[in-house]
């Protein structure tokens, strides 16, 4: 059995949820600790994959964005000025009602940083690059693997995992519907429905279309999530939402606390956070914004517009202004454990349902 752990990343204004020690924690134990790139600059970058390596002597993967909106980011210039005013107004009511000071004017443009970042994790070269939201290149593939780094990356479709396996990745995230935070998909859909086929059903869909290793994604928070996984062909499984709630995670209280009373309808899909579809947990900042009809702007320039919103949210510990993303498997998550309890407990609660298999498949 193999356990994966891909750190939660909540835009870099409310900090990254997981930090170098819970990505230790998680390596420490036995799993595979893999820690977010998104939106930090190559110095912030090669700092936290150094602080990885003081806690843990254990292999662990560093995660990357590919997103062709963000490689380069959206020239906020170019975006029509009725769609900044539009997306502006809706985000002034939120302003409003926070004692935010409100505005019309053009966010900013997000840093370009995902070919830096990428120049980092070959000079550092982690056990693993773990690619999300797109299809890396033939002669990145290649530059990873002649320093000895396995490429991972997360695809939500068939389609997809042919696309990611023809580059020659080393191994595939198959991503279901219920999986908390961004789709995994490098075009976005015109529809929140698309590219969510759920956890049971990719599976063994991309094991059948690839001839790789396949990880399983999306709901799966304990033992019986990965027995079901390797039932399915997987390798291993990859969980976000259950690190969110342990002791090492850096998430707000609130969110810890939301996560505990929560439940699998609790969540929602949306791209009023970022600009592209994401699963969060349901609060008035997702549902209000979704029912205003406003457009969203691209990819992280929608969240760089309403920074100030979350920012503030968070000083007020304020989970109706606060994007949190959850996966469906919130309903499963009662307790706040330590990360390296989290990979023992699966570990032990997957063997203790495998033993009992035989005893219950005879009373079927």
């Not at 939106?39 to 936290?48: G, H, I, Q, V």
């Not at 499984?237 to 505990?260: D, H, N, Y």
């Not at 029912?291 to 007020?316: H, N």
Request: hydrophobic share 45%; glycine share 10%; with cysteine.
């Amino acid at each position: 059995m193999s356990l994966v752990f891909r750190t939660a990343l909540c835009e870099r204004l409310m900090g990254n949820v997981a930090g170098p020690e819970l990505v230790a924690e998680v390596s420490n134990a036995g799993g595979l600790g893999i820690l977010a790139g998104l939106s930090l600059s190559p110095d912030e970058l090669r700092a936290r994959i150094r602080r990885v390596r003081v806690l843990t002597s254990r292999p662990f993967g560093v995660n990357l964005w590919l997103h062709p909106g963000l490689r380069p980011p959206a020239d906020v210039a170019k975006i029509p000025d009725a769609t900044v005013r539009a997306v502006q107004e809706t985000l002034n009511r939120f302003r409003e009602r926070l004692g935010v000071p409100t505005t019309l004017g053009r966010p900013p443009a997000v840093p370009d940083v995902i070919d830096p970042a990428f120049a980092v994790i070959l000079e550092e070269r982690p056990a693993l690059w773990s690619i999300g939201l797109g299809n890396p290149d033939p002669q990145m593939v290649g530059e990873c693997r002649a320093r000895g780094i396995k490429v991972m990356a997360m695809v939500a479709t068939v389609e997809d995992a042919r696309a990611v396996a023809a580059r020659g990745v080393d191994i595939v995230v198959a991503q279901g519907g219920e999986a908390g935070g961004h789709r995994s998909t490098w075009v976005k859909t015109p529809a929140r429905e698309a590219a969510s086929v759920g956890t049971m059903a990719l599976v063994p869909q991309i094991v059948d279309a690839v001839p790789l290793p396949v990880i399983a994604s999306g709901g799966i928070a304990d033992g019986r999530g990965l027995v079901a996984a390797l039932a399915l062909g997987a390798a291993g499984v990859l969980l976000g939402t259950r690190f969110v709630a342990t002791r090492e995670s850096q998430a707000p209280e609130m969110w810890k606390k939301r996560l505990l009373e929560g439940d699998g309808t609790d969540t929602t899909v949306t791209d009023a956070v970022s600009g592209l579809w994401a699963r969060y947990l349901k609060n008035t900042f997702t549902v209000e914004y979704d029912a205003s009809g406003a457009p969203v702007l691209p990819a992280l320039v929608q969240s760089a517009a309403a920074r100030d919103i979350f920012t503030e949210a968070a000083k007020r510990q304020d989970p109706g202004h606060f994007p949190m993303p959850t996966g469906q498997s919130v309903g499963l998550i009662r307790d706040l454990p330590g990360a390296g309890e989290v990979v023992q407990a699966i570990v032990r609660e997957a063997r203790d349902v495998l033993a009992a298999l035989p005893r219950r498949t005879r009373q079927v």
